[in-house]
């Protein structure tokens, strides 16, 4: 499957974005999504995942939980990851990652990934 991430820009603190995550190549709905920041001198972190089919399951980072909200609309092969609330400390670049298969996958496990969109959030 192939992922291509939109919607990052720069944003004040208090702020909100949606990322999208449109996905082409095989059947999304068969696919769990995440979201994936990295900001610079960090490594990469899991901040949100969605299992595959209906999204029953949800996953969130201590650091957003409350704030961003993750989703799918199989119809249109799109994840999103809707950010509200945002912090400087949100300031990243974010990718969106898939994986075949029901479980949660833990942030090593997502094998398929878009390019990353860069969020700012200024003060």
């Known amino acids: 499957v192939q992922l291509q991430a939109s919607g990052g820009g720069l944003v004040q603190a208090g702020g909100y974005l949606r990322l999208s995550c449109a996905a082409s190549g095989h059947t999304f709905s068969n696919y769990a999504l995440g979201w994936l920041r990295q900001a610079p001198g960090k490594e990469r972190e899991l901040i949100a995942g969605?299992?595959?089919?209906?999204?029953?399951?949800?996953y969130y980072a201590d650091s957003v939980k409350g704030r961003f909200t993750i989703s799918r609309d199989n119809a249109k092969n799109t994840g999103y990851l809707q950010m509200n609330g945002l912090e400087t400390e949100d300031t990243a670049v974010y990718y969106c990652a898939a994986n075949y298969g029901a479980r949660l996958p833990t942030a090593r496990e997502y094998h398929y990934w878009g390019q990353g969109t860069q969020v700012t959030v200024s003060s």
């Open positions: 969605i299992s595959w089919k209906s999204g029953a399951s949800t």
